[in-house]
Nanobody
């Protein structure tokens, strides 16, 4: 199993980024997936998840600004981030959810190395 994130970078407040998570080594379409971020000096924060059936869920901190989706044909998890704020600065990870709890960070069985996002003027 391999999860590789990309798409991070530096952006000004109000800007947008699109993160990708390329999955391999497992049947991607059969699994729930989540995005988690970790800001400098803070613990990991669940921000969004999508079930194998396509139902999407968001943390209050990103609701209305971020959109999660999955491209099963390309085995890729996506996160469209709009109206970025300085507090969105963090390392963003994708993770495979082996059970049914999208938000249970300790329960993830695989995660990527992360892609950094910096929101600054």
């Amino acid at each position: 199993v391999q999860l590789v994130e990309s798409g991070g970078g530096m952006v000004q407040p109000g800007g947008s980024l699109r993160l990708s998570c390329a999955a391999s080594g497992f049947a991607f379409s059969d699994y729930d997936m989540s995005w988690v971020r970790q800001a400098p000096g803070k613990g990991p924060e669940w921000i969004s998840g999508i079930t194998a059936g396509g139902s999407a869920y968001y943390a209050d901190s990103v609701l209305g600004r971020f959109t999660i989706s999955s491209d099963n044909a390309k085995n890729t998890l996506l996160l469209q981030m709009n109206n970025l704020k300085s507090e969105d600065t963090a390392l963003y990870f994708c993770a495979r959810v082996p059970g049914y709890d999208l938000k249970n960070i300790d329960g993830y069985d695989y995660r990527g190395q992360g892609t950094p996002v910096t929101v600054s003027s």
